[in-house]
């Protein structure tokens, strides 16, 4: 029985290889796999584990992730540098109207604004008007739309 099992996880490993083989990916957690069990400090009591465990020593440990990632730093500080040499285009950058904020923060105020001096027009007339006590209120309006028609025409040639 344990022959059948043995020749089994041999099979669905050479399948496995074959199917990572035809999709062209490396993964390190299957690369482990196929190497076996390495320990550095520990020694198995078990029988069965100890058949299967390699014991690693130093010189098997060359590799570690300080030694891999060693030059990483380097590549990463490479590549800022590259990218802070790049120009930036300044066009692509600033907004094609630069004050459209401005305008949209100022155009709330301007609108009280407004009011507030409509009614401030009005309140100069009414007094005007008051001291002007002989004059026709319908004689000043027509007047300030003939001077308006006036201006109107003046502008136009």
Known sequence: MD????????????????????????DRSTSDAEKGIKFRSYIPNDEKLKEHVEIST?????????????DMTKETLAQ?????????????????????DLKRDVEKKLEKLERQTQKSIYEIIRKRLQNDQNVNLAQVVSHAEDQQISNEKEEEE
């Open 58 to 70: 130093s010189d098997d440990i060359q590799e570690t992730i300080e030694s891999e990632t060693k």
């Open 80 to 100: 800022a540098i590259e990218k802070q040499k790049e120009e930036v285009d300044l066009f692509n950058l600033a907004p094609k109207k630069p004050n459209w």
């Open 3 to 26: 022959i059948e099992a043995q020749k089994r996880k041999e099979r669905l490993a050479a399948i496995r290889k074959r199917k990572l083989q035809s999709e062209g990916q490396t």
